[in-house]
């Protein structure tokens, strides 16, 4: 598909990340914007779709794991990296509202320095971080724009 070693992100993967984009932006502004008796529908469809992201991109971990050398010291941590995401989406969707964004929160930033890592390990392409900051980014404003919602409007 694309050099492994390019800094650039392929176009084809860019187009598709923004898209995945859609939910988590529309989500959130959904929220503020939404009549008050759709935000518990728009809230609920928002978290779920976090956590099957969550479970999408901890994955591509497997994936790379599978790449590994055997005998490889990294898989391992690549194999729990691809595992953790989505056990944390799936234990997010059990708790409130209040409680499960920072869970989200947290576990979108914390991959993203777990696929930093796997960058300067050379186990994920190295154009992968180019491609990953800018969706952190938003994921991450999209789950404090969230959260402020659940603070100030009524749930």
Same mark, same amino acid.
């Given at each position: 598909m694309h050099p492994?070693? @390019?800094?650039?992100?392929p176009g084809l993967a860019v187009g598709? @990340?923004?898209a995945g984009l859609v939910p988590f932006v529309t989500g959130a502004i959904g929220l503020w914007v939404t009549p008050e008796a759709w935000r518990e529908w728009v809230m609920e469809e928002f978290l779920n779709f976090a956590a099957v992201i969550l479970a999408f991109m901890g @994955?591509?971990?497997w994936g790379l794991a599978m790449r590994a050398e055997e005998g490889s010291e990294q898989a391992p941590m690549q194999l729990g990296l691809s595992v953790i995401p989505p056990l944390l989406g799936w234990f997010a969707l !059990?708790?409130?509202i209040n409680f499960a964004i920072p869970v989200f929160f947290f576990a979108f930033g914390t991959l993203y320095f777990a696929d930093?890592? @796997?960058v300067k390990q050379g186990l994920a392409p190295a154009w992968y971080t180019a491609l990953r900051r800018p969706i952190s980014l938003v994921i991450? !404003? !999209?789950m404090i724009v969230a959260w402020?919602?659940?603070l100030v409007l009524s749930y």
């Amino acid at each position: 598909m694309h050099p492994f070693n @390019a800094t650039r992100p392929p176009g084809l993967a860019v187009g598709f @990340a923004f898209a995945g984009l859609v939910p988590f932006v529309t989500g959130a502004i959904g929220l503020w914007v939404t009549p008050e008796a759709w935000r518990e529908w728009v809230m609920e469809e928002f978290l779920n779709f976090a956590a099957v992201i969550l479970a999408f991109m901890g @994955a591509i971990h497997w994936g790379l794991a599978m790449r590994a050398e055997e005998g490889s010291e990294q898989a391992p941590m690549q194999l729990g990296l691809s595992v953790i995401p989505p056990l944390l989406g799936w234990f997010a969707l !059990s708790l409130p509202i209040n409680f499960a964004i920072p869970v989200f929160f947290f576990a979108f930033g914390t991959l993203y320095f777990a696929d930093i890592w @796997a960058v300067k390990q050379g186990l994920a392409p190295a154009w992968y971080t180019a491609l990953r900051r800018p969706i952190s980014l938003v994921i991450i !404003s !999209s789950m404090i724009v969230a959260w402020g919602a659940t603070l100030v409007l009524s749930y």
